[in-house]
């Protein structure tokens, strides 16, 4: 059993950035590989690595003086992990729950209705998001919109606006929890409805 990083704890609560990057130096490695054998996909992968990072110093005054950093970050990378693949479960299921409804909607002229209701719920839908890319920071705004809408790589980015590759992960990690918290209840509530339709 390892022991309590008591010493590491205290100095990550005063809020030493430099325990915290060594922390990060010493650990993003391995929890990268290890998220990457839930996920696969090596973005996603780093993006669960930087979601743990992200929750150690947002909770870090909350952390037990008896907390083994090892422990609690491979926890948190897996918790992170597995709510990915949880909403990528039921994305799936939405996703072929709506092909099966195409399908019926061709072999019935009267569900046709349904497609348009699809319609309406799918613009909404980008509406919402547009929105809520629009209330991002203007800096987070823009990488953000460089990353996924003109699908350019971090490096590029980061050469590009005359940044480091950090800077831009940080600002795509914070537009996601800002688009998530955007979205989530929204989301939830259509998946809700088109499964009560089906």
Request: with cysteine; hydrophobic share 40%; aromatic share 10%.
């Amino acid at each position: 059993m390892q022991e309590p990083d008591l010493k590491i704890i205290k100095l990550l609560k005063s809020g030493n950035q430099k325990v915290f990057e060594s922390i990060f130096q010493k650990y993003n490695g391995i929890l990268f590989v290890y998220a990457k054998e839930y996920v696969v996909d090596t973005e996603v992968a780093n993006e669960m690595v930087q979601e743990t990072f992200l929750k150690l110093w947002e909770v870090k005054d909350t952390l037990s003086d008896n907390t083994t950093i090892q422990s609690y970050l491979y926890r948190i990378t897996r918790n992170n992990c597995l709510n990915y693949l949880k909403h990528l479960k039921v994305h799936e299921k939405y996703k072929k729950l709506t092909i099966a409804r195409r399908m019926e909607i061709s072999l019935n002229y009267s569900a046709l209705s349904a497609d348009s209701a699809d319609k309406i719920i799918s613009e909404e839908l980008e509406e919402k998001i547009d929105f809520a890319i629009k209330s991002l920071p203007p800096k987070c705004k823009l990488i953000f919109k460089m990353s996924r809408q003109e699908e350019k790589k971090y490096k590029e980015i980061a050469e590009e606006l005359n940044l480091s590759v950090k800077t831009i992960e940080n600002q795509i990690l914070k537009a996601l929890k800002i688009l998530r918290k955007h979205l989530e209840d929204y989301i939830t509530i259509i998946i809700m409805l088109l499964l009560n339709n089906f």
